[in-house]
């Protein structure tokens, strides 16, 4: 029987968390979920080293002027996936921020960033020095476009393989 | 002062009696010399050896002690309930809940004791019909018109890991359709938790309720379980899924509290839930049911050869018996003959090679295990969850998939590449135990993409508009006809695909004017659009046509409010202001 954990896809609004699930997966429920109750849900597969594991994603919908990260949704999570648009730079700070809270919500989770939107290199605004602050708060970096597809499973094996590798925690009340 | 004074001129006594000491109690002196030291060393050892004696012995003699410790037990419990609430509710939780319900049913014997009165008074042809039933199952009238009066079925059940939303186990009544086990739970526990946070209070999502569907929710310490249930099922039954949600609590609790992700620790959770699954089955007869019969024929057949040749205490022979009726519970095992021989007891058997090891079954179904030897012969089992599971293991559901058993026929539904439900269609039929496949409820994974791409391709297109101008002009309208022929293809793959779309319309007017004139404006071109589309066949139903007003993403940041921004979008993005675009809503159409 396959393994299954739960991951949560967190970043500031329009980072593209929603385009990379469906890249990567398929819901059965709506995206005005997002809007409403502020997650939506997706499963699927991945193989890692001969281990199956089903990963649960929840799909949070992103802070804003309007709306604020439910951050409870967090508990229970296996591994994190912080997604930022490399084509403004200020999603970094909003980036770090939520992984902040999460950590303060569910502990230190295995997690992997996503630096969406690399089919913009023209528009792109992270440098090294910001990739390297990423690096410092313990975080894998990897790159992805949910538009070409390019490094999308990469990063979601990346999060697998980093989930598998820890012990999952147990969950905190 | 209590001394005699020694009398004057004789012998001092007081020197003699010094001189006599050690001689006359000598050994005595040394003796309490040495208790003082053990006193002083050892005390609350001695104490602790003694202590439980004593306190048999104090309880034989009267309640003196009990009265002297009650209230330090008490302040001790105060004490730890104020600091730690969490963990005694847990600890007690198991037991409040048989006496509670020990309370609830007397209330509810009581009222139906004044139903029956009132009942009683009334007269009709069904209540003779029910009447009679009561005489016949001595069932008190009252009873038997509740049952009769409410109809209901439970559909699906799941068993839910409080902490991760994750689906431990999932059970379906036959024949019917279902989604994603994994999604729905989780998203049953972000509701949970999004009305928790909400609205800031302890309570906790309970009930609720879709047409005709009820969704029950119950709450142990480390699981919820989750009932659909069809109709109006009786307050009884939420008792019943207490009852089993506190059960799986004491057969799983460690399980649970350790859960990191792997569910095979809850395999046999299964049976448990099984009792809280109310089906009506018809009986129709089909070439898998004859199969299902020949198994059951061949069961009872080694149930009867089931032979005790045991002269060992009635205690003993209750534990083998419950080690046999463990494994006759258990699917895919078979026991055909239980002896004893030189002392030992030797269970034998058959045993599919995915029934459960029959070691655990018995170490997980019977307190204190007896040593038997165990000798099972690997058989093919055609036991309904037996087949099940082969399917799954042959075929690999991807994980939109969901597998189940019916009749024989193995039904598959949600969503899969094509290539897989085409081996599926071929490797099902060939598996022991299937006598066919259902795939209607399948959807191709390709044909959702192509849905997919059609509707992006429709997002691709944008009308443009001269300034102020509501209508299109005719080399623009032109172009109405390419979008109504895109819109068509959305439906019929969206059809295709099982899925349903819906296409809004969306205006945009450029920075010129005020901006009330410009949402109108908008929306104006929007339902412009709207009704050519219209004209061309596209189903009004599935538009929706709106104004958005200015189209911000062309406006670049820096730009000033007001008429200063007529300048602010330039060269091509200039005439894209003044356009509408089209986005695709595609969901799943709904099965019911
Ligand atoms: N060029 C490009 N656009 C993207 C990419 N990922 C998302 N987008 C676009 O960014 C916008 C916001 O995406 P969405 O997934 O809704 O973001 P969310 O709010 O984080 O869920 C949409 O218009 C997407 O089409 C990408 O990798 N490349
Ligand atoms: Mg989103």
């Not at chain 2, 609720?208 to 009786?234: K, M, N, Q, Y």
């Not at chain 2, 057949?301 to 205490?313: G, I, N």
């Not at chain 2, 009635?314 to 009726?325: H, L, M, N, S, T």
């Not at chain 2, 019916?406 to 598996?431: F, M």
Request: net charge positive; hydrophobic share 45%.
């Amino acid at each position: 029987m396959a393994e299954k954990r739960k991951v949560c896809v967190l970043g500031a609004t329009g980072v593209g968390k929603t385009s990379l699930v469906a890249r990567f997966a398929r819901s059965i429920f709506s995206e005005s979920y997002l809007t409403t109750i502020g997650v939506t849900i997706e499963t699927r597969r991945v193989r890692c080293d001969d281990r199956e594991l089903d990963l649960i994603l929840w799909d949070l919908s992103g802070e804003d002027e309007f709306q604020d990260v439910q951050i409870s949704y967090v508990r229970g999570s296996a591994g994190l996936l912080l997604v930022i648009d490399g084509t403004r730079r200020f999603t970094v700070e909003t980036g770090l921020r939520l992984h902040a809270a999460a950590r303060a919500t569910a502990g230190e989770l295995p997690s992997v960033v996503a630096l969406n939107k690399a089919d913009l290199t023209a528009a792109w605004e992270i440098d090294e020095a910001a990739e390297a602050r990423l690096r410092r708060a313990g975080l894998l970096v990897t790159r992805t476009s949910a538009k070409t597809g390019a490094g999308v499973e990469g990063a979601f094996s990346a999060l697998a393989r980093a989930m598998l590798g820890s012990d999952a925690p147990l969950w905190r009340g | 002062m209590g001394q005699p004074r020694p009398r004057r001129g004789a012998p001092s006594p007081v020197r003699t009696l010094e001189d006599l000491r050690p001689l006359l109690v000598g050994p005595e002196q040394r003796r309490i010399r040495r208790i003082e030291e053990r006193l002083d060393q050892s005390m609350a050892e001695m104490v602790a050896g003694a202590l439980p004696e004593a306190v048999i012995e104090s309880r034989k003699k009267g309640e003196a002690l009990s009265w002297a410790l009650e209230p330090l037990i008490t302040d001790a419990i105060h004490e730890r309930v104020r600091r730690d609430p969490g963990s005694f509710a847990d600890a007690i939780s198991p037991a409040m809940g048989p006496a509670i319900r020990r309370a609830v049913a007397c209330a509810l014997r009581a009222m139906i004791q004044r139903l029956n009165e009132a009942l009683a008074l009334g007269l009709s042809w069904e209540s003779l019909r029910w009447r009679l039933e009561a005489r016949r199952t001595g069932r008190s009238f009252a009873e038997v018109v509740l049952l009769r009066s409410m109809v209901y079925r439970t559909e699906q059940l799941f068993l839910v890991h409080r902490g991760t939303g994750i689906a431990l186990e999932h059970v379906t009544s036959e024949d019917i359709p279902y989604r994603d086990p994994d999604q729905v739970s989780a998203m049953l526990t972000a509701i949970d938790a999004f009305a928790h946070d909400a609205f800031r209070t302890d309570a906790r999502l309970e009930r609720f309720r879709v047409g005709d569907l009820t969704g029950w929710v119950e709450h142990g310490p480390s699981a919820l379980l989750v009932a659909i249930v069809r109709g109006v099922a009786p307050p009884a039954y939420g008792s019943v899924l207490g009852e089993t949600l506190e059960r799986v609590h004491l057969v799983y609790g460690g399980e649970l509290a350790g859960f990191r992700g792997d569910r095979t620790p809850f395999s046999g959770a299964r049976e448990l839930l099984s009792r809280c699954l109310q089906q009506q089955r018809r009986s129709a007869p089909g070439r898998g049911r004859a199969a299902l019969a020949a198994a059951a024929v061949l069961a009872a057949l080694a149930a009867t050869a089931l032979v005790f040749w045991m002269r060992a205490s009635w205690e003993d022979e209750r534990r083998f018996a419950g080690c046999v009726e463990a494994l006759r519970r258990e699917p895919g095992l078979l026991v055909t003959a239980a002896e004893r021989r030189d002392g030992q007891v030797v269970l034998t058997g058959v045993r599919d090679p995915l029934a459960a090891d029959p070691r655990a079954v018995i170490e997980r179904g019977v307190p204190a295990p007896p040593a038997v030897t165990l000798r099972f012969e690997p058989f093919y089992s055609l036991h309904p969850q037996i087949v099940e599971r082969r399917a799954a293991r042959a075929l690999e559901p991807p994980p939109g998939v969901s597998l189940s058993l019916r009749d024989g026929v193995l039904v598959a539904s949600g969503v899969a590449p094509e290539r897989w439900i085409e081996r599926a269609r071929w490797s099902a039929a060939v598996l022991p135990g299937v006598s066919g496949f259902d795939g209607e409820r399948l959807q191709a994974q390709e044909s959702i993409d192509r849905a997919r791409a059609a509707a992006s391709s429709l997002e691709g297109v944008e009308l443009l508009f001269r300034r102020g101008a509501a209508r299109l002009s005719s080399e623009q309208r032109a172009r109405v006809d390419e979008v109504a022929a895109a819109a068509d293809r959305l439906f019929a793959l969206a059809r295709e695909a099982g899925m349903t779309a819906e296409i809004r319309v969306i205006g945009y007017a450029d920075p010129v004017g005020s901006e009330a004139s410009n949402r109108a404006l908008s929306l104006a071109r929007a339902e412009h659009v709207a009704a050519e589309l219209g004209a061309r066949g596209v189903p009004a139903d599935r538009l929706r046509a709106s104004g958005a007003g200015l189209r911000r993403e062309l406006l670049s940041p820096s730009c000033p409010g007001g008429a200063a921004r007529t300048g602010c979008i330039a060269g091509a993005d200039e005439r894209r202001a003044r356009s509408v675009i089209f986005l695709v809503d595609l969901r799943a159409a709904s099965k019911e």
